[in-house]
């Protein structure tokens, strides 16, 4: 299985700014997108974002225009780059890696995840 390590999560006020950083430590498989969830307490794990291996990025609405998808092909590493925060974006992040055409939006169609990371936002 791939193992994928994220970082840069933490505690910041409404308006503010963190960047996340998902790094592929191992690819055991051809990875065909690699995606952001999150995860708040009590709900479901939802779906934020993905780059595909061509670099075509989508973020859903919710986010669109604070938050941009972006990589390092040459340090094997996935960014989220999260801009005016809010108190509802606070999560713990999840960064997946998948193969396949199936869909990139359900968490289920990822095979490797990263362990998270908590983001915390102050109003």
């Known amino acids: 299985q791939a193992q994928l390590a994220e970082s840069g999560g933490g505690r910041v006020q409404a308006g503010g700014s963190l960047r996340l950083s998902c790094m592929i430590l191992?690819?055991?498989?051809?990875?065909?997108?690699m995606g952001w969830f999150r995860q708040a307490s009590g709900k479901e794990r939802e779906f934020v974002g993905r780059?595909?291996?061509?670099?075509?990025?989508y973020v859903v609405e919710s986010v669109k225009g604070r938050f941009t998808i972006s990589r390092d092909n040459a340090k094997n590493t996935m960014y989220l780059q999260m801009n005016d925060l809010q108190p509802e974006d606070t999560a713990v992040y999840y960064c997946?890696?998948?193969?396949?055409?199936?869909?990139?939006?359900?968490?289920?169609?990822?095979?490797?995840w990263g362990q998270g990371t908590q983001v915390t936002v102050s109003s």
């Open positions: 997946g890696a998948k193969r396949g055409v199936s869909s990139s939006e359900s968490h289920e169609n990822y095979e490797a």
């Open positions: 191992r690819r055991t498989f051809d990875i065909s997108a």
């Open positions: 780059i595909t291996t061509s670099g075509h990025t």
